[in-house]
């Protein structure tokens, strides 16, 4: 089992930015590729950034690309989602996941997800 636990989410006004924060609970973190995904109201979850399991490779969705970037500090068993000019379209419960694998870029390749955290943006 992995238990992950997202934070930094908050209420900020667009054009701002934001880091998200995942902590894993277990160490061998680092064989996993690892995302972020959002989930606004009425809307499904959707992916917005991976990367594998030794940094070396990510993927981001079309929306975020050049606003967003994923970084990971595997002695720290620690994922980032660093967001730039926020915009309200962003607003959404973020989610980090993991995937039993060291590369992954679909949903359903990402078994294990934390609870999510709240990301607003105001216009």
């Known amino acids: 089992q992995v238990q992950l636990l997202e934070s930094g989410g908050r209420l900020v006004q667009a054009g701002g930015s934001l880091r998200l924060s995942c902590a894993a609970s277990?160490?061998?973190?680092?064989?996993?590729?690892m995302g972020w995904f959002r989930q606004a109201p009425g809307k499904e979850r959707d992916i917005v950034a991976t990367?594998?399991?030794?940094?070396?490779?990510?993927s981001y969705a079309d929306s975020v690309k050049g606003r967003f970037t994923i970084s990971r500090d595997n002695a720290k068993n620690t994922v980032y989602l660093q967001m730039n000019t926020l915009k309200p379209e962003d607003t959404a419960v973020y989610y980090c996941?993991?995937?039993?694998?060291?590369?992954?870029?679909?949903?359903?390749?990402?078994?294990?997800w934390g609870q999510g955290t709240q990301v607003t943006v105001s216009s």
């Open positions: 990367i594998s399991s030794t940094g070396t490779s990510t």
């Open positions: 277990r160490r061998a973190l680092s064989l996993y590729a």
């Open positions: 996941a993991a995937a039993l694998r060291p590369l992954a870029t679909s949903r359903d390749e990402f078994p294990y």
